[in-house]
């Protein structure tokens, strides 16, 4: 298929970004990034396409074989029934293929790999979809590094700008 990348949610303009993990590059070297579907109640869906959600403290875990989204935050949706609510933090089960699951177990197995969300979003067919990246955490003097580049990039962007 022509133009559609299947690894990035966010270079398709039909795809509406939910909640992003802006923190996961800086303090992660992503190895690799994978979509994953997500299993999610009623309320859930109402809430993020409300445009709620949060995936900042949240991590991807391996339970038996089968990979669960742990610690995401989605809020309750306030127009549903006290009774038809969801738990706010609950774990969520991801869903992929069983080549890309044991690819991600066996990444776990390493040491010092993770699995990270990275964002949540909807794609073209209003699906909602997690991009989860492989990761190995960066050391201090990585994250300092990487603040000297960018702070470089920005400088140079600045000065190109200012000659014309």
């Keep these: 298929m022509a133009g559609k990348n299947k690894n990035s949610g966010k270079s398709d303009p039909n795809n509406k970004t939910v909640a992003q993990n802006r923190r996961a590059r800086f303090d992660y070297f992503i190895e690799d990034v994978v979509e994953a579907g997500i299993i999610l109640t009623g309320t859930e869906v109402k809430s993020l396409r409300a445009g709620q959600a ?3 403290e949240s991590y991807a875990s391996v339970q038996g ?9 989605i809020p309750e949706y306030n127009k549903a029934h006290l009774k038809m609510q969801h738990e706010v933090r609950r774990p969520r089960k991801l869903l992929l293929h069983k080549n890309q699951m044991s690819k991600l177990i066996g990444a776990v197995n390493r040491k010092g790999t993770t699995l ?18 492989i ?4 050391k201090l003097h990585d994250k300092r590094e990487a603040t000297k580049t960018r702070d470089w990039q920005r400088e140079k962007s600045r000065l190109v ?3 014309g």
């Design 54 to 56: 949060s995936v900042g």
């Design 65 to 73: 074989s089968e990979i669960f989204l742990l610690n995401a935050y």
């Design 116 to 133: 990270i969300p990275l964002s949540i979003y909807f794609n073209a067919r209003g699906i909602a979809k997690v991009e989860l990246g």
């Design 135 to 138: 990761a190995t955490g960066k």
């Design 161 to 163: 700008r200012e000659r």
